[in-house]
């Protein structure tokens, strides 16, 4: 009880800091479509994807590495190796980036060339110093700075759009400034700057890191491939109108994202200190059989709410947009779900075995999507996303049982994946209909969810009193 009550005092904190940014961050991409055609908001997306691919060659995935030392270790020595080791490797890397870029640049040009890459060395440097704050334990630093980034990027971008007119370059300035700023911040006022020391600097220790982190490479390459490879396939079949529309119905299932990445937070945490229980199997069991119903829960009211929503946030043009998401959202129920077992790599410190699963499940998505895309559309392509996770989460289930023993919860996902196909279906009727499945989602998930909802507001008057 003790630990479960932990892991819900950081899912608060993570949720306060990071839910509010979140949201803020969730109205832009819907206030852009007023203001970028399909094709613009295509483009940007390519952008974003293609930076999220090169980073882990970057950063070596050395942010995940930063976390796991300060975790197991907070005295200040072990800070200024970790800190000062990975710094130094961050300099080189993203040297060599700017020198290969500058290289490519010259015989194939680059659009955006020098911003590009200040987005992608203000990005990893900002990650990385967040991650270390973190480390550190300093959580409510890590949540106030998450905010200030967002609000800084969100009034740039709506400047820059509305005002200036600016289009795509100026979303990547915004973000650009953002990274700066907050990395300034963490800098002075998390006194990060202290901890550098040139001595702390080895081989040794900077092998030690990367033996740690190189292994999570290929496998966020994999989550990669399974989430975002298929916006270029779109883009060879369909154009680039298509990946903008296929954009925005991510965006939906992002409300799902949001909850999930904040509980991740406060998990990934709680899973590697409490990974040494006695009793930590039954207690990781625990976990996810209300993580899975969470999941479900809210994916179902997003489902309910989806058509009529987008009718109302998002320009005619990026309407159709509502057919895709039932279908995107249920590929991020099985990448949560694979993510919670995933934890399980990271506490062991087995990272290599997260390689596997990853790898099967993007050459699942890859190859679908050229086999359906060019067929079914959207259709195709959204199914080939919830295909790839899903073997990436068979995978891990199947893997996990060598490190350790959870009861996966068949039947509640079964019965929770009925409902989310009912609501699904519902959302092609008339208007009178779609009301009506809005209400019926909120009667079915109040039956289910009552032990919690009643859990919840025990603890609300605990708290805060009658």
């Not at 997003?302 to 009529?308: C, E, G, H, M």
């Not at 068949?410 to 989310?420: E, G, H, R, T």
């Not at 009727?429 to 209400?439: A, E, P, R, T």
Request: glycine share 6%; hydrophobic share 55%; charged share 15%.
């Amino acid at each position: 009880m003790k630990e479960t009550k932990s892991l819900l005092s950081l899912t608060i904190l993570y949720t306060v800091g990071n839910l509010s940014s979140k949201v803020i961050s969730f109205v832009l991409v819907f206030f852009t479509t007023f203001y970028l055609s399909k094709e613009d908001v295509g483009a940007y997306d390519l952008i974003l994807i293609t930076l999220s691919l090169i980073s882990p060659f970057v950063t070596f995935q050395l942010t995940d590495a930063a976390l796991r030392w300060l975790l197991d270790n907070d005295k200040e020595e072990n800070s200024k190796k970790v800190f000062s080791t990975i710094t130094a490797i961050f300099l080189v890397s993203h040297s060599i980036l700017y020198v290969l870029m500058f290289i490519y640049d010259y015989f194939f040009s680059i659009k955006y060339f020098n911003l590009l890459f200040t987005l992608v060395l203000f990005q990893s440097i900002y990650l990385f110093l967040l991650q270390c704050i973190r480390g550190l334990g300093k959580n409510k630093m890590y949540v106030g700075v998450g905010l200030i980034n967002t609000f800084i990027y969100v009034s740039l971008a709506i400047i820059a759009l509305a005002i200036f007119n600016f289009k795509v370059e100026g979303l990547i300035y915004a973000s650009i400034i953002a990274g700066l700023v907050t990395s300034i911040i963490l800098l002075f006022s998390g006194k990060l700057y202290t901890l550098w020391d040139s001595k702390s600097v080895t081989v040794e220790f900077s092998k030690t890191l990367l033996l740690y982190s190189v292994p999570l490479i290929p496998n966020s390459l994999s989550w990669w491939a399974i989430s975002s490879a298929n916006r270029y396939i779109i883009l060879l079949y369909l154009g680039a109108a298509a990946n903008g529309i296929f954009a925005i119905a991510y965006k939906l299932p992002t409300i799902l994202l949001m909850f999930v990445n904040i509980f991740y937070l406060a998990w990934q945490e709680k899973s590697i200190l409490s990974y040494e229980r006695e009793d930590r199997d039954e207690y990781y069991t625990t976990v996810l059989k209300k993580y899975i119903r969470i999941l479900f829960s809210i994916s179902i009211l997003i489902v309910a709410t989806n058509k009529i929503a987008l009718s109302y946030i998002v320009s005619k043009e990026f309407f159709e947009a509502w057919q895709y998401t039932p279908i995107l959202l249920l590929s991020i129920i099985f990448s949560s779900i694979a993510g919670f077992y995933g934890t399980g790599y990271l506490s062991a410190k087995k990272t290599r075995g997260a390689l596997t699963s990853s790898l099967f499940g993007g050459i699942a998505t890859v190859g679908l999507s050229f086999l359906l895309i060019p067929k079914f559309g959207l259709f195709g392509a959204s199914f080939a996303i919830v295909f790839g996770y899903l073997v990436l989460l068979i995978i891990r289930i199947i893997h996990m049982k060598n490190i350790f023993s959870i009861i996966f919860p068949y039947k509640l996902v079964i019965i929770m994946s009925f409902l989310l196909i009912l609501v699904s279906v519902l959302n092609y009727g008339n208007n009178y209909v779609l009301f009506g499945n809005v209400l019926l989602a909120i009667i079915l998930l109040a039956f289910i969810n009552k032990k919690e909802l009643i859990e919840m507001r025990i603890l609300i008057q605990n708290k805060f009193g009658r």
